[in-house]
């Protein structure tokens, strides 16, 4: 294709190649035409003024379109700035008012004109993104006049990005004005191919009727090539929300899956620690704001520490204060701790109001990137990372630290861990904190893609319980295949059943595994099991 | 089992005493209400009425939960929705009755459909303006569900925080399911704006006096049937599975079989709780499936006493006293008053405040009797 249009750039960098001296004398021409004092001749004085490619060009035309150009009989024009006049072709101001001064008379057609040439000046604006957002425009308004314009503009770009798109508009034109030859729209059906999003599909289906029927064939190709790319990308959509969705579950489960693996404690309240890990990280953003602007950045490293102590220790204080009361009773400690999280939602809401709270993002986890037609937010990016680095973390902590062979001990037989001298009150209180403080910092994250209300850690609790019983108990690999098998078939369910049925039908699914498994994907065998 | 032994198999004191105590309600706040003048200081103000109706069938309520939770050890978090499935087959009933005085006066179509541009009843809706149908329903779709359901779960053994937590994911399913519009119950709004019943005015003090007569005969009627389950053998074998279901089956009883009766008897419990709220409270809509909603049932039972259906109905009318009390001087106390309730009564009260009175009873001998009604036994790991 580059080899096609190559003899077409390089002619018109030909005629772009005049100096400087040649665009102002253009330009002088131009002007002087404005003297005509008729329609067509205004026209051609900004066809002209255009095509001059002189930088003062879009004052000029912005002067016209504002009713600020004006012109004298011997063919100068000029510019009204506030009371006084500059020289329309240098920009220099007039000493005193020129004689026989006359405003340029504009109609419909004028402002036409007008508007096809500010748009072919601001493809040629020094500013990329203006650009950008310029050949995009012509790609959608398909304006044959602005062909010239976007050719120029085409042959005079050096950045990939924005030429891309510059070629795509003028593969546009170049489709719907007819009348171009069938090779040149072969080649242009070709570049709305390589385009392959929504807008080259609607492009390409509603080609004029006098197109040749090669090029409709071509294009019907296209059409099959770009369905099946979307098709592809929709996936890979929906896969990456799902990521992103379980990463967010797995945050929200993991800590979930400690308490209730090691302890067989459902922790009602464990949404409530969620919700103390986000709120933390909105005091210490408050205090970042009004002490010390500069460490904004740092706010979310300074809340990670701060979250996971915090939470930590309120889940001491509840495991010493009342679960150890209630050990061998599951069911009331899943009453009390639910008990403890209405505590804790209304002294929060006392505390702080019954409102969202302001969480920012700090700048790098603002903004996105786009590969292909897939859009990635920075901040959903880093929580999926993240969430891994979580998981592997707390893998390592298990398996490499004595606390976690104890912990690990206790899980698999409670008794005889304790016959060895582990003592399991205390494994018991740190790992409640240890599951409390984990979801402590997963609140830093969720604060950044979340509201913080009183309300945030009801809205995870249910789907907590729901990855660590489908994903089984006492195992953090259950937990990881859970809460991304959750999410993925969530997010894969969401465009044909809607949201809401989508999970509703995630739930009847879980329900009806639990038949079939009663004990989770990954169950623990032996005598655990019937403890 | 002839009726007169199902009246008083049984009976005892404290069974009397409850009988002729939700009688004696259930014909004095009616009579009062209406045959003494206002200005009597014995008179019962009519907004009374409705509330203490309320108050019963939340009774109702926690004893479905207290029969299953107490005597067959199933927590379930979930039988809000058994409630809210009755109070909808009511409510579709109550919808139909409305005919063409809505808003939108369609003589078929409730109003929110109208709104939708429905253009037919569903399927579903059919046999609805029937009174005895409604009824039927009222009793078939919680116990249908509850049937199925359980079914599923104690067939392949799933019990204690487990099942506990898939009671609640089907409570919560429903509450998503019923919030949107496409299901034809009226989505966030629910059912609402109710005319009358049976012919007789909703809003008419003899009606709500009637409905509040039903709800005290349905909650003594209840309050027998519970007792007769649990003194017959299969009530003796229920409790045998609370305390040590491993054995109980290893005795060659079919569990799975007693606990799935007992659940649905207790789901179609909640189901006419629900079909009795709903006209006395004059609205329903899917936050009663909200798993919160499930739980504090659950603590009713608690605070009056786990393994006491008098403790049930005792718990369920002093918290939702306390609730209409809190939430009206002091709103922001009721989340701490409730959440306190749940750790208090579980850490230091675990048998409720019966169980708790009781053992003070049998420490003093010679006081009271010795009771002869089955005693709740401390469970032991379930």
Not at chain 1, 42 to 52: H, K, L, Q, R, Y
Not at chain 1, 517 to 528: C, E, M, Q, T, V
Not at chain 2, 17 to 23: G, P
Not at chain 2, 298 to 322: K, Q, T
Request: aromatic letters at 10%; glycine letters at 10%; a neutral charge.
């Amino acid at each position: 294709m580059i080899r096609r249009l190559l003899p077409v750039l390089l002619t018109l960098c030909a005629l772009l190649i005049p100096a400087a001296g040649a665009r102002a004398a253009a330009l002088d021409d131009a002007l002087a035409l404005f003297a005509g004092d008729s329609y067509s001749a205004t026209e051609s004085a900004i066809n002209g003024v255009v095509a001059s490619g002189d930088e003062r060009a879009l004052d000029i035309i912005l002067a016209l379109q504002d009713r600020k150009l004006y012109f004298t009989p011997d063919g100068k024009a000029f510019i009204k700035v506030g009371s006084g006049y500059e020289d329309a072709a240098t920009g220099a101001a007039v000493p005193e008012e020129p004689a026989d001064l006359k405003q340029v008379r504009v109609n419909n057609r004028i402002r036409n004109a007008v508007k096809a040439a500010l748009g072919a000046l601001q493809l040629m604006s020094p500013d990329p993104a203006k650009r950008l957002a310029a050949a995009e425009a012509v790609f959608k308004s398909r304006d044959a006049s602005s062909l010239e314009a976007l050719e120029k503009a085409i042959a005079a770009e050096t950045d990939p990005a924005v030429k891309r798109v510059q070629e795509q508009a003028r593969a546009a034109v170049i489709l719907t004005m007819g009348g171009a030859s069938e090779e040149d729209q072969l080649a242009a059906v070709e570049v709305i191919r390589d385009r392959g999003d929504v807008d080259a599909l609607s492009l390409l289906s509603g080609l004029p009727a006098d197109t040749p029927q090669s090029v409709l064939d071509a294009a019907q190709k296209a059409i099959g090539v770009i369905n099946g790319e979307l098709a592809l990308w929709s996936v890979v959509q929906n896969a990456w929300y799902g990521l992103s969705l379980g990463s967010v579950l797995l945050l929200a489960a993991i800590g979930l899956a400690i308490t209730f693996g090691v302890m067989g404690v459902i922790n009602m309240a464990h949404g409530e620690m969620v919700m103390l890990g986000a709120y933390t990280t909105f005091v210490v953003q408050e205090i970042i704001r009004t002490q010390a602007p500069w460490l904004f950045d740092w706010s979310l490293a300074i809340a990670l520490p701060l979250a996971f102590l915090v939470a930590g220790l309120v889940g001491i204080v509840i495991e010493r204060g009342i679960i150890r009361f209630l050990y061998g009773r599951p069911l009331e400690t899943l009453l009390a701790t639910w008990g403890l999280s209405l505590i804790l939602q209304q002294a929060v809401r006392t505390i702080f109001g019954p409102n969202n709270r302001q969480v920012g993002n700090p700048s790098w986890m603002s903004g996105a990137t786009e590969i292909g037609n897939l859009t990635i937010t920075y901040n959903r990016f880093w929580i999926i990372i993240f969430a891994i680095g979580v998981f592997v973390l707390l893998l390592l902590v298990l398996r490499f630290t004595s606390f976690g062979l104890q912990m690990r001990a206790v899980t698999q037989n409670r008794a005889m861990a304790s016959a060895m001298g582990i003592r399991t009150p205390w494994v018991d209180a740190f790992t409640f904190g240890l599951g409390s403080g984990i979801a402590g910092i997963a609140g830093v994250a969720l604060s950044q893609i979340d509201n913080v209300s009183p309300n945030l850690g009801q809205s995870y609790i249910i789907d907590s319980f729901m990855v660590v019983v489908f994903g089984g108990v006492g195992n953090l690999w259950g937990t990881l295949v859970g809460a991304f098998s959750l999410g993925i078939a969530n997010k894969f369910l969401e465009p044909y059943a809607g949201a809401v049925l989508g999970k509703i039908l995630i739930l009847v699914f879980i329900i009806l595994f639990i038949q079939r498994r009663p004990r989770g994907l990954f169950a623990l065998k032996g005598r655990a099991v019937e403890a | 089992m002839n009726f007169g032994r199902f009246i008083l198999g049984g009976t005892d004191r404290t069974a009397l005493i409850v009988l002729v105590f939700i009688l004696g309600f259930g014909i004095l706040v009616p009579v009062l209400n209406l045959m003494t003048p206002e200005s009597s200081p014995v008179h019962v103000p009519s907004y009374l009425v409705p509330l203490i109706g309320k108050y019963l069938t939340y009774g109702l309520l926690a004893l479905s939960v207290g029969l299953i939770w107490g005597y067959a050890g199933i927590l379930s978090l979930g039988h809000g929705a058994f409630f809210a499935l009755g109070g909808y087959a009511m409510g579709m009933y109550l919808m139909r009755q409305i005919g063409d005085r809505g808003v939108y006066g369609n003589p078929i179509l409730p109003d929110f459909m109208v709104f939708l541009n429905w253009k037919e009843l569903p399927w579903y809706w059919y046999g609805f303006d029937a009174f005895p149908f409604a009824l039927l329903m009222v009793v078939l779709v919680p116990g249908a569900l509850a049937l199925v359901f359980g079914w599923f779960a104690f067939r392949s053994r799933v019990t204690g925080v487990y099942l506990s937590i898939i009671t609640q994911a089907m409570t919560f399913a429903l509450l998503l399911a019923f919030f949107r519009n496409d299901m034809g119950f009226g989505g966030n709004n629910g059912l609402t704006d109710f005319k009358d019943l049976l012919g007789f005015d909703l809003q008419a003090d003899g009606t709500r006096a009637g409905l509040f007569a039903a709800s005290a005969v349905m909650l003594i009627l209840a309050y027998l049937l519970c007792r007769w389950i649990i003194g017959s053998k299969v009530g003796r074998v229920l409790i045998a599975i609370r305390d040590a279901e491993s054995r109980t089956r290893f005795l060659g009883y079919r569990v799975e079989y007693y606990k799935l009766f007992v659940f649905t008897v207790s789901a179609m419990l909640a189901g006419i709780a629900g079909a009795l709220y709903v006209p006395q409270v004059g609205i329903i809509n899917p936050s009663e499936f909200s798993p919160a909603n499930s739980i504090e049932i659950v603590i009713w039972v608690a605070v009056g006493g786990r393994g006491y259906l008098h403790g049930a109905i005792l718990g369920a009318v002093l918290v939702n006293y306390a609730k209409t009390y809190l939430t009206g001087a002091a709103p922001d106390i009721w989340l701490f008053f409730l959440g306190g309730l749940f750790i208090a009564v579980t850490v230091l009260m675990p048998k409720g405040i019966v169980g708790t009175l009781d053992q003070a009873k049998s420490r003093l001998p010679g006081l009271f009797k010795p009771k002869a009604a089955p005693r709740a036994q401390e469970v032991p790991g379930e």
